[in-house]
């Protein structure tokens, strides 16, 4: 099946810095990517759609000054996570759309797990 | 809004027994897909299994089975013969046809016993 690659898998920095996190379809071409954010025991919150070549879309409540996204290519994305501060600590998710023939499915990387100190 | 919800937190079987997850959602389309998606330990999200509501015939995928209730807006998932590698975290979740993003239900922990 489709893989999308998620680096790195886990990181941890100082309360201030800047964290990024990259995406990447390693067999498919993805206009579409996704960036979850998920806490222990928790379900899938989506965070924001990265379209390739334009702006993220963000959900409501999602600060897009904290959590800079960039869609450079068809096949990577990556979510910038600035100024982090302890609260920011979670594990992020990114997904791929595969679109090729009928499949539409969405393809999720192996996850960041972030710890802010 | 699309709207999916698992009604159980957490189930437990037996190892080679069978299990039913339960998850209902609510839409006023008429065509949309539906997936259950496991997360196991490694908090890798896998796609299970996929159903595409035009299509009236309940999707199979080994010993992964889900019974598609579409009026009564019903997705159980049918694991049979449960092994230890199905412990995990199982999500429904529900897309539109036309659109891109998931609409996830809260997750229910499977436990296997030996």
């Known amino acids: 099946g489709a893989v999308v690659s998620q680096h790195p898998s886990w990181v941890i920095c100082k309360s201030g810095t800047s964290v990024k996190i990259e995406c990447r379809s390693l067999?498919?071409?993805?206009?579409?990517m996704f960036w979850y954010r998920q806490f222990p025991k928790q379900s899938l919150m989506l965070m924001a759609t990265?379209?390739?070549?334009?702006?993220?879309?963000?959900e409501q409540g999602v600060e897009k000054d904290k959590f800079l996204i960039n869609h450079a290519s068809l096949t990577l994305s990556t979510l910038t996570v600035t100024s982090a501060h302890p609260e920011d600590s979670s594990f992020y998710i990114c997904?791929?759309?595969?679109?090729?023939?009928?499949?539409?499915?969405?393809?999720f990387g192996a996850g960041t797990r972030l710890s802010v100190l | 809004a699309q709207t999916v919800t698992q009604s159980q937190p957490e189930m437990s079987v037996q190892e080679a027994e069978t299990v039913t997850l339960s998850c209902t959602y609510d839409?006023?389309?008429?065509?949309?897909?539906l997936f259950w998606y496991k997360q196991p330990p490694s908090r890798q999200m896998i796609l299970v299994i996929r159903?595409?509501?035009?299509?009236?015939q309940n999707a199979t995928e080994n010993r992964f089975s889900v019974n598609f209730q579409k009026a009564a807006k019903s997705f159980s998932l049918k694991i049979s013969d449960s092994q230890r590698g199905d412990a995990a975290m199982y999500f429904c979740?529900?897309?539109?046809?036309?659109?891109?993003?998931?609409?996830f239900g809260e997750g229910t922990q499977l436990t296997v016993n030996p």
């Open positions: 997904s791929a759309r595969d679109h090729r023939l009928a499949k539409n499915i969405q393809y």
């Open positions: 979740a529900y897309r539109t046809t036309s659109g891109s993003r998931l609409t």
């Open positions: 839409t006023s389309e008429s065509d949309y897909y």
């Open positions: 159903q595409e509501a035009y299509k009236q």
């Open positions: 990265s379209n390739e070549g334009s702006k993220a879309t963000y």
């Open positions: 067999d498919f071409q993805a206009t579409t």
